[in-house]
């Protein structure tokens, strides 16, 4: 094996840190979208628009601010050295705090979308056999967007997995700590070590490409049912 | 026991307000053009349609007023769509048993066995939705409703997204429905056929606003109603299979005015049925014609006379009490000497048989 215990380290971590983001961005992203799918507040464009953000803001200018905001000195960092903790800038959690943000939209307008294809006729009819507001969502809701949880968990995971210069600034790539795949790929080409570059990139590139074959081949099955 | 709703909801252009009673027995058809309003009061009725100011009392119980609103998952109703809206993600068993399986155990008055054998659809039980064609999709929706022992069931133009044959698939449904369970029927329709064949109540809508309500009978007779001018206008009579003259091959059935002889099939005695007569097919003489091929001759007494168009006219005749249209030339009318109150004969040439 070409790879050193380092070069798995930082595999091991991009993948944790990968499926711990969109865990988190499920539990609150489901929710989220849910709640700007049916809202008929008039400044929800305004939300929408800051959550949107991440697709087009220069990761390392996320980056940026985030290492401020999580530094000892920014707001959350203070809180947390005032309270007796570490403040997170440089840490595996701050890296996950990043990701969560940096990955948000990926997840959320998947699963806006795939409630909004649903439309309100389903709902109706549920709430005209007895289901209450919840019991629609989870029972009706949920199942009917299936096609959309899948896209947004493997759109959120490889988009965090890809992540470099957000992850960079926030967590400092420490070696089996904060270095992810990705940045192990860059200190390899910048030290020549090309075959161990290859390694890592190909492994990288086979995993992203598996997570989209089995997108595609599930929503193809569950499209081929549909009328 | 009645229905007494109020709604004013103003949705864009259009505005619906109404204040209305309908029985709570029967089937009772909200018909009028579409845009009307009349699918936006059933889902008001339904709580599906919010109205702050709306009023809705079903017999006892007060389900909203400006106070209190009663949401759609509360309401004791069953409500099919103009579409099947069946849930893609069950198959046709966990569609019926999706309202059921909600109800707590002693509401569950309705046993499903007899809901699937009444449609006609327990072969379609392990089928997913998207298997089934437009009528059975539409018959599996009407079980599902049926399936939470409704105490009123509200039907949104169940026939209007289907074919003409699916259509005539379901109407025996429907109207094996209405013998079979007692629940009350609200009845979306914009079709004249449909409310005929199945009503017994009717509320005329037009651009939001109630113009009639009554008996079916009573309303499509109604000379200042467009029912009763239109070229094609007919009456709708009640009665009761009397026995069958073998002879001849006729059906005998009684109503208040007499007694019809109509060749056909069959129909079991003591049952229901409903008669639907065109008003061109009555003519009226002052005495009883005897030699006439014309079976069914019924006294009556000129109710009311209103000219359609130049050349026509529509007389209201009361036979027996009941209320019957017959369109005469302005000419015959003027010779024989119509006028409210007079004893004529109305000569009926031919009847349909509704049900």
Redesign the interface.
Known sequence: MILTPQDLDAFRISLALAALTTLILLLLGTPLAWWLTRSRWRFKFLLEAVLALPLVLPPTVLGFYLLIALGPHGPIGGLMTALGARPLAFTFSGLVIGSVIYSLPFVVQPLQNAFRAIGQRPLEVAATLRASPLDRFLSVALPLARPGFLTASVLGFAHTLGEFGMVLMVGGNIPGSTQVASIAIYDHVEALEYSQAHWLSGGLLLLSFLMLLAVYAFNRRFTAVQP | MTIEAAFHIQRGDFSLAVELQIPRRGVSALFGPSGCGKTTLLRAI???ERDPQGYLRVGEELWQDRQRFR????RP???V?Q?P?L???LDVRRNIE??FK??PVNGRRVALDRIVDLLGIAHLLER???QLSGGEQQRVAIA??LA?SPSMLLLDEPLAALDMASKQEILPYLESLHRELEIPVLYVSHSRDEVARLADWLVLLEAGRVLAAGEVGELFTRLDLALAQRPDAESVIEATVAGRDEAFALSLLDFPGGRFRVAGSRLPPGSRIRLQILARDVSLTLERQSKTSILNIFPAIVDALSDAGKAQTTVRLLVGGLPLLSRITRKSAVDLDLKPGRRIYAQIKSVALLS
């Open positions: 339904a709580g599906l949401p759609a998952h509360r109703l069953g409500y769509f579409e809206s849930f893609g993600h999706y309202g909600r109800l997913q939705p998207h599902r409703a939470v």
